[in-house]
């Protein structure tokens, strides 16, 4: 374009000297005097500079044919203004009797309508992006020539980032590339950080960059006055190698920052690959359209056979989809397992606050009369006691209003003087608000205008003052824009509610003063009031021209260790003296925790639940000590105690699935508990009520509150909507998540996850769970939302993670003579390197991987807490397992001698393992949860627990000779043993295995009850045949009938075998 201005320049000089020979000729034309030109000469003049100009800028609308419309709109925009400049230097010059050229062009440019692109071009566009991946692979695998200059290393790593790692947009391209700049140059860290826990060393675990980008309208971080958005994106393998061959060269002192636009470097790295027919289209795409060139680069991606990227992860990566990731200090604090070094330590006494719901629907105005202190702005109608001098309505209404602002002002005024500290907030409040009312008076404005500009917001301001019982005198400009934000949040959901309720009446339009964007307005005026007349501070959130839905999203997540720390927190404030009296209570909000923690509840839905809204057939059972529900379902409806805030709220929830074994357990006594109260008095309906009282909303907010800033210290941010926000994600990462992740980040066993996804998925759906779209409704219908856009943007901050973990397994390969040639020498028999496996590899690479990695999720911490003393062993295993017991340091060994047999006996390709590997962290849990499933599933159907009774048999009296058998037995299947679908397999190679085989049956066969015996198959074994497997099956018999219970008896086996220390010593 700039050869373009160079060409305009001249043609704009030499029509200013015809302009000039244009004047001079017309002047010595003119019979009169010289200096006067006739009115008909001048408007012949006129037309001839307007021919001219055109003639001019039709050129350059043929010069800029192949640029952009956006670099077509500049440099027309370019050429008028060279244009007026010659003209006002012209007309300066002239005598102004002579002639003035009138001329002033203003190009009005046609916008056409936005194409739509249809299904065949999209597609033509994804096999375009094909071929360019295809061909920078190619170059970047075997290159050695963009290794030359800073501005091709930038351009193939941004090229790396648009392919490889999805992230097209071009503001995040520059904020990461910036970003990476920072860190080469200052040295600065990079908020690296590996997708999965340490402990998976032996697959590929992808590096994740944490960035931030400027956001106008959304995001979770405000910073001198400027709204971010925190994301994570994929660090590839390619990008780690151009990033390292950087810093190199700044090593050297040689050039390597970044010293042309993001988009420049691009298209010169494209024009240095070579002359491909793929690359030149896309050339000429980015110089037309700018980064609306990659629009559709994601279907590179979409069709990878090799990844499992959906449509909507696919949208995320483009940046489709509003979401946040944590923020740095929020994501270490997460996975920060030391919750006790709290630098400022909140130890304030809590005060405790119960009411009795009264079934009505709290409206603004009920809001207000909760308040103890009269309202004498919002009473006008209520002040009975005054009588005012009756007038004529209509004649006369603006003088009584008037009349009453100004004697409610001189009460007000009075009265602050001797008011408390809340009172006199109240009445600041009132006073500014009257002020502000009586300005808009002097400005000429009408009474019913003035009305609906305090109806607008008025009530809701006043409230908010009350209830976070603000001093306008004392507000910081963060606390001024949490208090616009949350009027505002009031007025979207105002102006919601209203078009629902007028869509079922029939209704297509809305008054004005009516809309989200009146209210916005008005605000916005108030506030400009007070900055003028209260020298309150400028904010952030009315600054837009116009109502924008500013969104600023507290993003925090509650981990499953800092779960257990909260519970172990109110657990202790239920042992305090001055908690005695409130211990039911404190006992019902901790199921209250429970229950918005693991299903997303919101504090009004649980606290609301009432014995009608709960499904469970069970309760209607007259033997129910001893019955173990098949499942709880919560109704998420209206009742008589409050309404939900949208209609898709309204939604059932399984609690079986949701909760833990132990946890439902807990649930469903309370539940029964509380049923029969319930019977015998139906008016105590409510299900966390203890004597008809519940704990008020307000006093659980500021309970959980304390209880964070007791763990984590002042200023956290951490609320009960928080473990709302907290459970939609452990959630998208339990149903869409894969097994490392969800091992990573939360504490549900990889077997409890797929029974969840096959009940709410299906288990035909399943099969297909990587591209199918329910999924991701299924989620949002869980949380009560209408659109996962909506669940996405508010809550969701694992959406990047998510993405990362579909998508990262992509191969990166490398010759081995540029690795060389960059850096050192190889040690690699393969002229090909995969960088996936060599940067993780590596140790110069870990220059920019966090300093701490991320450990795997913790299993809650004392939940609800057990006497170990009192369990069985089995009971002690279990406990630990699901985070109970987690001191219990004699259950943690049982744990991993269990893990490591279930993995020999069931891995097929570890039966080689040795009992030095028992303590590895490397074992893998799932063969153990798979093999206690299996035993559950063989469970009869009066058991609770699947045990037998054959391993407490030591109690008995046994000779010697049995014990030792026994012992010998149990050996030999630890070390030999193989079991197969519902068969325990041997070996028998030798005469010795032979002789074990004989051994194992004398030492297991006393052990069998009655209803158990050993069925055998292909033994004796036949030495000289080919087929040598001894195959064993544990058959239970009950009458005529008989059922193989092998992996029950196992189970049963390796319980008594984790606790043989004998049998484990090396």
Request: aromatic share 10%; proline share 3%; with cysteine.
């Amino acid at each position: 374009m700039q050869k373009i201005k160079e060409l305009i320049k001249p043609q704009l000089d030499d029509l200013f000297v015809d302009i000039h020979k244009m004047v001079k000729k017309s002047l010595d034309r003119q019979p009169s005097p010289p200096e006067v030109l006739t009115k008909e000469m001048q408007q012949k003049l006129d037309q001839q500079i307007a021919e001219k100009w055109h003639d001019i800028k039709d050129s350059v609308d043929c010069l800029s044919q192949k640029l952009s419309r956006d670099e077509q709109s500049k440099l027309m925009q370019f050429t008028e203004d060279e244009f007026n400049k010659r003209r006002k230097q012209f007309n300066q010059n002239v005598d102004k009797k002579s002639y003035r050229i009138k001329l002033n062009p203003h190009t009005k440019r046609i916008v056409l309508p936005r194409k739509i692109e249809s299904t065949e071009s999209r597609l033509e566009q994804g096999h375009l992006h094909i071929h360019v991946l295809k061909e920078l692979r190619q170059y970047w695998q075997d290159s050695f020539e963009y290794w030359n200059e800073p501005k091709y290393l930038w351009g193939n790593l941004c090229l790396s980032f648009i392919y490889i790692s999805g992230c097209a947009d071009e503001q995040h391209l520059i904020a990461i590339q910036k970003q990476l700049q920072e860190a080469i140059e200052l040295g600065t860290d990079l908020n690296c950080f590996r997708l999965y826990h340490s402990d998976y060393k032996k697959i590929t675990n992808p590096l994740l960059l944490h960035y931030r980008v400027e956001n106008s309208q959304y995001g979770n971080d405000v910073e001198q006055g400027k709204l971010y958005q925190w994301k994570h994106v994929f660090f590839n393998p390619y990008a780690q190698f151009i990033l390292q061959y950087l810093k190199k060269l700044k090593a050297t002192q040689k050039e390597f920052c970044l010293q042309h636009s993001v988009e420049d470097c691009i298209l010169e790295s494209l024009s240095k690959i070579g002359r491909k027919k793929s690359l030149g289209d896309l050339q000429y795409q980015i110089k037309r359209r700018g980064f609306r060139a990659f629009n559709d680069v994601q279907m590179v991606l979409e069709f990878n056979p090799n990844l499992s990227i959906d449509i909507f992860l696919s949208n995320v990566l483009q940046q489709e989809i509003n979401t946040v990731a944590l923020r740095p200090s929020e994501f270490r604090l997460l996975w920060n397992n030391d919750y006790n070094q709290v630098t400022e330590p909140d130890n304030r006494p809590i005060h405790f606050e119960q009411e009795q719901l009264l079934p009505e629907v709290p409206t603004v105005q009920s809001k207000l009369q909760t308040i103890p202190y009269e309202l004498m702005l919002f009473g006008q109608k209520k002040r009975k006691g005054q009588k005012v001098e009756r007038l004529d309505k209509k004649r006369n209404k603006e003088e009584r209003t008037l009349r009453f602002w100004q004697e409610t002002r001189r009460v007000l005024e009075e009265k602050i003087v001797d008011a408390n500290t809340e009172e006199k907030s109240l009445i600041d409040a009132q006073l500014r608000l009257i002020h502000w009312l009586m300005h808009l008076k002097k400005r000429g404005l009408q009474l019913s205008t003035i009305e609906s500009y305090l109806g607008s917001f008025g009530k809701e301001f006043i409230f908010e003052i009350w209830l976070n019982k603000l001093d306008l005198k004392q507000q910081s400009i963060d606390d001024y824009e949490d208090l616009y934000r949350q009027l505002l949040k009031y007025s979207s959901e105002r102006d919601e509610k209203a078009v629902q309720r007028d869509s079922v009446k029939g209704k297509t339009s809305r008054k004005m003063h009516q809309s989200a964007e009146y209210r916005f307005g008005r605000l916005k005026d108030f506030h400009q009031f007070c900055i003028e007349n209260y020298d309150a501070p400028g904010v952030l959130v009315l600054q837009n021209s116009s109502f924008k839905h500013l969104q600023i999203c507290n993003a925090r997540l509650v981990s499953p260790l800092l779960f257990g720390k909260l519970l172990e927190k109110l657990e202790n404030l239920s042992q305090e003296p001055t908690a005695s009296e409130w211990v039911d209570h404190l006992s019902c909000l901790k199921l209250m925790y429970l229950l918005s923690y693991r299903t997303g509840l919101r504090l009004n839905e649980v606290r609301c639940l009432k014995i009608q809204d709960i499904i469970c057939p069970e309760l209607l059972y007259k033997e129910k000590e001893n019955t173990v529900f098949n499942n709880i379902t919560l109704h998420i409806q209206d009742n008589s105690y409050r309404r939900l805030k949208t209609r898709s709220a309204n939604r059932q929830i399984p609690l079986k699935i949701a909760l833990s074994e132990h946890e439902f357990l807990v649930v469903q006594r309370y539940i029964q508990h509380r049923y029969e109260q319930y019977l015998v008095n139906q008016q105590d309906d409510l299900l966390f009520s203890v004597n008809h009282r519940v704990l008020t909303d307000q006093c659980i907010s500021k309970i959980t509150v304390d209880l964070f800033s007791q763990i984590l210290g002042m200023h956290h941010g951490f609320s009960f909507h928080t473990l709302r926000h907290s459970a939609a994600n452990y959630l998208a990462i339990t149903l869409l998540g894969s097994k490392e992740m969800i091992k990573t980040y939360t504490d549900c066993p990889w077997v409890k996850a797929k029974k969840m996804r096959d009940l709410l998925f299906g288990m035909k759906a399943r099969a297909q769970e990587e591209i199918i779209q329910h999924k991701w409704q299924v989620l949002a219908s869980w949380m009560g939302h209408s659109s996962i856009e909506q669940t996405a943007s508010n809550y969701l901050h694992v959406l990047d993670l998510l993405a990362v973990d579909r998508i990262y397994n992509s191969p990166c390969i490398i010759s081995k003579k540029v690795l060389e040639q960059c850096f050192s020498p190889v040690k690699s028999s393969t002229d090909y390197i995969n960088l996936n496996r060599y940067t993780q590899q590596q140790k110069w690479f870990n220059s920019y991987q966090q300093t701490q990695p991320v450990t795997m999720a913790g299993r809650q911490e004392k939940k609800f807490s057990i006497e170990k003393s009192t369990l069985t062993p089995f009971q002690r295993l279990i406990s630990f397992r699901e985070g109970r017991l987690s001191e219990d340091t004699q259950a943690q060994e049982w744990m991993q001698r269990c893990q490591w047999m279930s993995t020999k006996w069931m891995d097929r390709q570890k039966f080689n393992l040795k009992t030095n590997y028992v303590y590895s962290k490397n074992l893998e849990e799932s063969w153990f949860d798979e093999l206690y499933e299996k035993a559950k599933k063989l469970t009869r159907p009066d058991e609770i627990i699947p045990l037998l009774d054959f391993h407490y048999k030591d109690d008995r009296q046994q000779d010697a000779l049995k014990e030792k058998n026994m012992v010998k037995a149990l050996k030999i299947l630890l070390l030999f043993g193989k079991l197969r679908k519902n068969f325990l397999h041997f070996q028998c190679r030798m005469k010795g295995d032979e002789q074990q085989i004989v051994n194992f049956i004398t030492g297991i066969e006393p052990m069998l009850g009655d209803h158990l015996y050993l069925e055998k198959q292909n033994y004796p074994v036949n030495l000289d045949a080919p087929e040598r497997t001894v195959k064993f099956s544990f058959q239970r018999v009950v009458g005529s009938n008989k059922k193989n219970v092998t992996p029950l008896v196992i189970f049963n086996l390796m319980l008594k075998m984790m606790q043989k220390d004998e049998l484990w010593i090396k």
